[in-house]
């Protein structure tokens, strides 16, 4: 990501803060940001590396009162119906980090000067081909593959591709958006 950030960079000019990104290498948990600065603070696809207490209470901090904290995921549930969900072996079951929809609203409420402002699911239409399928697995596209041995892996991928039904495949990919606010003042 950062070489791409930094290529990206070098294609919008001469830094002059018109398109220039400046990286800020942190946690997520101790953001290098003064208090109260910020009007928006998002996660996409990674709140589950996270501490998530520590992360919604760091991204409370550097909010401006009314800033939004956006969060988009993928639960267990969601994760479990994808083509890696259904079809590869212990997928499902080697990916435990991801959060439910329940216990992402309690933590939001259970975060002090944080609201919760609404959810949406996302579906997208996906398809894909057995060798850009392989090229995934194979180079980690998803985290989770790398929380299994480099042997359980071939063995893994060989078995996806016995159980997948055809050389083409289709499913429906989804992700939840939750999205909080800062409060103004002290109260909940």
Do not use: C
């Not at 892996?153 to 999205?179: C, K, N, T, Y």
């Amino acid at each position: 990501m950062l070489t791409e950030l930094a290529a990206g960079n070098h294609r919008s000019g001469d830094g002059d803060g018109d398109g220039w990104v400046a990286p800020l290498r942190s946690t997520a948990e101790a953001l290098p940001i003064r208090s109260a600065q910020l009007d928006l603070v998002t996660a996409f696809n990674s709140v589950h590396h996270f501490d998530l207490r520590r992360f919604l209470a760091e991204a409370r901090r550097v909010l401006r009162p009314g800033g939004q904290l956006v969060v988009y995921t993928r639960t267990p549930e969601q994760n479990a119906r994808t083509v890696w969900g259904r079809y590869f072996p212990g997928f499902v079951e080697h990916e435990r980090r991801l959060h439910s929809k329940p216990a992402l609203r309690a933590a939001i409420r259970q975060t002090r000067g944080l609201r919760l402002a609404g959810t949406k699911t996302f579906r997208h239409t996906r398809s894909s081909t057995r060798q850009r399928l392989a090229i995934q697995a194979e180079g980690h596209h998803y985290s989770t593959f790398a929380l299994y041995s480099p042997d359980e892996l071939q063995a893994a991928i060989a078995a996806f591709f016995a159980r997948l039904p055809s050389a083409g495949v289709s499913w429906v990919d989804e992700h939840l958006m939750v999205v909080a606010r800062r409060s103004h003042g002290t109260e909940r």
